[in-house]
């Protein structure tokens, strides 16, 4: 196992590299081209300076998160091939600078959605929360700029604002796509794209959805261990696996994650650890990583991680914002770190008990 961090690069991030080097235990960062747009092939000399920048502070680039697919694959659009294509030479260019994982998802408009970024909670932090009936009462088409309204000024992952603006068509244009064509649409991409990743040993890592069910009627397909099992059969490549997110699979209550981890344990390219506190069916709100914080057994999770003998990264996903950090919401320093740290401890205790 290797211990990771988020970065979203100079300019688009509070965090600093020299910050995250100095988390104990943390030897590599998630990175991507922040700056990139969906469908685009990305310059080579742009992903060989964030390598360098990253290394020259100490640390190096462990997977990227995220080489966003294109809405025209996903829907299936007659121009899908020519996106794909792009997305292929992404990977060569990744692939020739030793970069081998990536994180992407295959949601449909919103690549997560949440009711509130900044609820405040009782020890005067704030977290990321969700609430079924306040996303039911709000018009898809004016929740980006209520999103946007608590986002301290950062460009939010899977809500920038050129893609977003035309959020009226993109609807439109998904209005004929179900589950079944979504994930007919994700099996074409996979097998497109699986030469190139066996070229260079790229690991492509799922995202599954966030939260796991139907949100403003749009398909869902990456939502438990049955839709896992699912895509990971439909594509049965060793190259084509899962990012393990607990809090995204956590959303729903009947999710059993380490019956998902068992289940799909060759196959978990990235994990990505969190907690969640659950209050009633389609309402949870974020919380410290520590078990007793949230609803979740993180013990449970890192041993069933441990015992199925997985070796890949793990980052600390969303934080708290605690200690007056004004950062992105979910992705301020000081709770990741502290995150880093706790998961880090369970699975050293996990190590030595054996």
Same mark, same amino acid.
């Given at each position: 196992?290797?211990?990771?961090?988020?970065?979203?690069?100079?300019?688009?991030?509070?965090?600093?590299?020299?910050?995250?080097? *100095?988390?104990?235990?943390?030897?590599?960062?998630?990175?991507?081209?922040?700056?990139?747009?969906?469908?685009?092939?990305?310059?080579?000399?742009?992903?060989?300076?964030?390598?360098?920048?990253?290394?020259?502070?100490?640390?190096?680039?462990?997977?990227?998160?995220?080489?966003?697919?294109?809405? !025209?694959?996903?829907?299936? @659009?007659?121009?899908?091939? *020519?996106?794909?294509?792009?997305?292929?030479?992404?990977?060569?260019?990744?692939?020739?600078?030793?970069?081998?994982?990536?994180?992407?998802?295959?949601? #449909?408009?919103?690549?997560?959605?949440?009711?509130?970024?900044?609820?405040?909670? #009782?020890?005067?932090?704030?977290?990321?929360?969700?609430?079924?009936?306040?996303?039911?009462?709000?018009?898809?088409?004016?929740?980006?700029?209520?999103?946007?309204?608590?986002?301290?000024?950062?460009?939010?992952?899977?809500?920038?604002?050129?893609?977003?603006?035309?959020?009226?068509?993109?609807?439109?244009?998904?209005?004929?796509?179900?589950?079944?064509?979504?994930?007919?649409?994700?099996?074409?991409?996979?097998?497109?794209?699986?030469?190139?990743?066996?070229?260079?040993?790229?690991?492509?890592?799922?995202?599954?959805?966030?939260?796991?069910?139907?949100?403003?009627? =749009?398909?869902?397909?990456?939502?438990?261990?049955?839709?896992?099992?699912?895509? =990971?059969?439909?594509?049965?490549?060793?190259?084509?696996?899962?990012? =393990?997110?607990?809090?995204?699979?956590?959303?729903? #209550?009947?999710?059993?994650?380490?019956?998902?981890?068992?289940?799909?344990?060759?196959?978990?390219?990235?994990?990505?650890?969190?907690?969640?506190?659950?209050?009633?069916?389609?309402?949870?709100?974020? !919380?410290?990583?520590?078990?007793?914080?949230?609803?979740?057994?993180?013990?449970?999770?890192?041993?069933?991680?441990?015992? @199925?003998?997985?070796?890949?990264?793990?980052?600390?996903?969303?934080?708290?914002?605690?200690?007056?950090?004004?950062?992105?919401?979910?992705?301020?320093?000081?709770?990741?770190?502290?995150? !880093?740290?706790?998961? *880090?401890?369970?699975?050293?205790?996990?190590?030595?008990?054996?």
């Amino acid at each position: 196992m290797e211990m990771t961090f988020r970065w979203f690069g100079e300019g688009f991030d509070a965090v600093m590299l020299k910050q995250i080097r *100095q988390i104990p235990g943390v030897t590599g960062v998630i990175a991507t081209l922040y700056d990139s747009v969906a469908g685009e092939a990305w310059d080579a000399q742009k992903v060989r300076a964030l390598k360098e920048t990253v290394e020259h502070a100490g640390l190096h680039i462990v997977g990227i998160e995220s080489v966003n697919v294109h809405d !025209a694959i996903k829907i299936g @659009s007659p121009e899908r091939d *020519q996106y794909i294509e792009n997305y292929i030479k992404t990977l060569e260019v990744l692939g020739k600078e030793h970069i081998s994982l990536i994180c992407y998802n295959f949601m #449909p408009v919103f690549d997560w959605t949440r009711s509130d970024l900044a609820k405040a909670r #009782p020890d005067g932090s704030t977290v990321l929360s969700y609430d079924q009936s306040v996303i039911d009462a709000i018009d898809p088409e004016k929740l980006f700029a209520s999103v946007d309204s608590k986002s301290n000024g950062f460009v939010l992952p899977g809500w920038e604002s050129e893609r977003l603006s035309k959020i009226k068509d993109l609807f439109a244009a998904y209005k004929g796509v179900d589950e079944a064509k979504l994930f007919a649409n994700l099996v074409y991409f996979l097998k497109a794209i699986m030469p190139t990743c066996k070229k260079y040993g790229i690991k492509m890592a799922i995202h599954p959805d966030d939260p796991a069910w139907t949100v403003f009627g =749009l398909p869902r397909i990456i939502t438990g261990k049955d839709a896992v099992l699912k895509m =990971l059969k439909a594509v049965d490549n060793p190259l084509n696996g899962l990012t =393990l997110c607990t809090g995204s699979f956590g959303s729903n #209550p009947k999710n059993d994650i380490p019956s998902i981890i068992y289940a799909c344990k060759e196959r978990i390219h990235f994990a990505h650890i969190r907690n969640l506190r659950h209050w009633s069916p389609g309402k949870f709100e974020e !919380a410290a990583h520590l078990s007793s914080d949230g609803s979740f057994d993180m013990y449970a999770i890192m041993k069933a991680l441990y015992d @199925s003998g997985f070796n890949g990264p793990i980052r600390p996903d969303h934080g708290r914002a605690i200690w007056g950090e004004v950062a992105m919401p979910g992705y301020g320093l000081y709770d990741r770190a502290l995150g !880093a740290v706790y998961l *880090q401890g369970l699975w050293e205790a996990i190590s030595k008990a054996k």
